[in-house]
């Protein structure tokens, strides 16, 4: 079975600044997602960023980046130029691809606070 | 555009009571996926649906616990005999099925609070 550890419950960045989120995960799988979602005080959850295990370079979307450590099993999110909507929960979360569509399984995430 | 809706958003029920939580995916989506979210946790998945089949429903706590697709679109769960541990948030989940690693959309949830 795998496990998905985030062992940062709270953080808290100044508005601008950098902060990463930190994320591993136990897996004997090869061929899998990972994912950080982001649930604001509303509650919907949102796709921030996936990475597909067997590629290499980390994926980018516009502030957000991850840094994908295969081997150290690690999965960090950095969040650039911070804004005070990015105030929410985040979690990371892993897909097994060996057999179709399976479901998510999420860490117990990292609340992020942006202050302005 | 729509995006996948539940309801009711909050549900108060006593202890013992039924109740019944719908989703409605996005159109078109193939799989549809339930979580239980309890209070400051990440979501747990309960069960997973391919059109109409239920595929896999390994997370499901109890066998008061009851989910069904009829007809391939909305999806409805089912908890008999509510139980104060039953309180979490339930999301609901779609994705388009086509391909691995599908993104999986959700619904906003549904706060129930067993009393």
């Known amino acids: 079975a795998q496990t998905v550890t985030q062992s940062q419950p709270e953080m808290s960045v100044q508005e601008a600044e950098t902060v990463t989120l930190s994320c591993t995960y136990d897996?004997?799988?090869?061929?899998?997602?990972l994912f950080w979602y982001k649930q604001p005080p509303s509650r919907q959850m949102i796709l921030v960023i996936r990475?597909?295990?067997?590629?290499?370079q980390n994926a980018t979307e516009n502030r957000f980046s991850v840094n994908f450590q295969k081997a150290a099993k690690s999965f960090s999110l950095k969040i650039s130029d911070s804004q005070l909507g990015d105030t929410a929960m985040y979690f990371c979360?892993?897909?097994?691809?060996?057999?179709?569509?399976?479901?998510?399984?999420f860490g117990k995430g990292t609340r992020l606070s942006v202050i302005a | 555009g729509a995006g996948v809706s539940q309801s009711p958003r909050y549900k108060v029920a006593k202890r013992g009571q039924d109740v019944a939580l719908r989703c409605d995916p996005i159109?078109?989506?193939?799989?549809l996926f339930w979580y239980q979210q309890a209070l400051g946790q990440g979501p747990e998945f309960l069960t997973y649906?391919?059109?109409?089949?239920?595929?896999?429903k390994s997370g499901l706590p109890s066998d008061r616990f009851f989910a069904e697709r009829p007809e391939g679109s909305v999806s409805t769960l089912k908890i008999q005999r509510t139980q104060q541990e039953d309180s979490a948030v339930y999301l609901c989940?779609?994705?388009?099925?086509?391909?691995?690693?599908?993104?999986?959309?959700f619904g906003p949830g549904t706060r129930l609070t067993v009393t």
């Open positions: 989940a779609s994705s388009l099925g086509g391909t691995l690693g599908d993104e999986q959309y």
């Open positions: 897996t004997s799988e090869s061929n899998y997602y």
């Open positions: 990475q597909e295990a067997y590629k290499q």
């Open positions: 979360a892993f897909m097994n691809l060996q057999s179709g569509n399976t479901p998510l399984v």
């Open positions: 159109s078109g989506h193939v799989s």
């Open positions: 649906f391919q059109n109409e089949a239920q595929l896999d």
